[in-house]
């Protein structure tokens, strides 16, 4: 019986997001193979509703190479080993098929990949499920980088399996990078929201059956000084509210802890802080003297814990990240507010997806070049 190996399936975390690793190997030389034991994978995780990085060392129809092609991100340790290839062949995608392409804005164009899965399904084929990666550019060490990547389920899908939820989309990755853009530079700020807001709409125009955007928010800011820090921790330190609740109004969809959610953030900015000497053993430990004077002459000059967070941000962005980011972590896990931020299901609604003028879009496909207006 011809097999295929999953060696390991591996996790690893970092301070501000869940990372899995996949390493594959399969029978030498058997590519079939490998495209089966990834379409079975893949099947699996979208039912489970799950998210890996997929690393690879051949070139495989999805993406430029393998390596490069992250999907999803938060799964425990999973090792399998001997999948029958009769049992993969069972789950496999039947056909598959890629179009690059350009959609145009009146601000901006921006790359498109689309990967659209098929099925055989009695008798009958379909698609059953689209990934959408725009915004995609090459970084200068050569390697791919992605900017805005969604992940859509068929309603056919349903007819096979009544527990999936098609109409909740899953916006996977957001990354920003000025080169996202490929006819002028992408602002940081506006330019990031437009970028996300184009996916989104686009996504909507091609599958209006979409009611929502799932985000799990690991998003991160790099700050000036080449250190990062939650997007989230940050916008809710100038805001009191994520960057996707500000600017999509974004929403946890466990109402009960969305509730309680807002209302952790309402008592921290209320709270009262302590004397200087214990926050700054609690919090600031080893730190740039000179950050931390400054933290000091703010400090003193504040009554809680909201007066603290207004005044670092009446000092700039740039200086605000730098201040907030040694210690801001250390607030997120002491109040909970870690657990509700990161690693709590959030919802963009397709009511905050605003409608943009698609000036162009161009697609290729097959060897073959469209263009449409």
């Not at 992250?70 to 029958?84: C, D, G």
């Not at 090459?138 to 349903?158: F, N, Q, R, W």
């Not at 109004?249 to 109402?255: L, M, P, Q």
Request: aromatic share 12%; net charge positive.
């Amino acid at each position: 019986m011809d097999l295929g190996y999953l060696l390991e399936l591996r996790s690893s975390q970092t301070i501000l997001q869940h990372q899995t690793t996949l390493q594959v190997q399969t029978t030498p030389d058997n590519s079939a193979t490998f495209k089966r034991v990834i379409a079975f994978l893949l099947r699996i995780i979208a039912l489970s509703r799950k998210t890996i990085v997929i690393h690879g060392r051949r070139p495989w129809r999805v993406g430029p190479r393998v390596e490069n092609w992250i999907l999803l991100s938060r799964n425990p340790v999973i090792q399998i080993s001997k999948i029958p290839c009769n049992l993969l062949g069972e789950m496999a995608v039947k056909n598959e098929y890629i179009f690059k392409g350009i959609i145009e804005t009146e601000n901006h164009k921006y790359k498109i990949i689309i990967n659209t899965s098929q099925r055989i399904m009695k008798g009958e084929q379909m698609i059953y499920s689209r990934y959408f990666n725009i915004g995609g550019y090459k970084s200068d060490d050569g390697a791919m980088k992605t900017c805005v990547d969604i992940y859509v389920m068929y309603p056919e899908l349903k007819k096979e399996i009544p527990n999936i939820n098609y109409k909740i989309a899953k916006l996977i990755t957001t990354h920003y990078n000025e080169k996202c853009s490929i006819n002028e530079k992408l602002e940081r700020g506006e330019g990031t929201r437009h970028m996300i807001n184009t996916a989104m709409y686009f996504v909507l125009k091609a599958c209006p059956f979409v009611e929502g955007f799932e985000i799990n928010d690991g998003s991160i800011r790099n700050c000036d000084n080449s250190t990062i820090i939650s997007l989230s921790y940050f916008s809710i330190c100038n805001y009191g509210k994520t960057w996707y609740e500000k600017n999509f109004n974004a929403y946890i969809a466990d109402t009960s802890k969305y509730v309680k959610y807002k209302n952790i953030i309402s008592e921290l900015f209320k709270r009262e802080l302590p004397e200087w000497e214990t926050f700054n053993a609690i919090f600031l430990g080893n730190m740039n003297e000179e950050i931390r004077g400054i933290l000091k002459a703010i400090y003193e000059s504040s009554m809680t814990y909201g007066d603290y967070f207004k005044s670092i941000n009446k000092c700039g962005i740039s200086k605000a990240c730098i201040y907030l980011q040694p210690w801001i972590e250390k607030i997120m896990l002491t109040t909970d507010l870690r657990n509700y931020v990161l690693f709590t299901q959030w919802v963009i609604p397709v009511e905050s997806v605003k409608r943009i003028s698609l000036t162009g879009y161009t697609k290729e496909y097959f060897g073959k070049t469209e263009k449409n207006h």
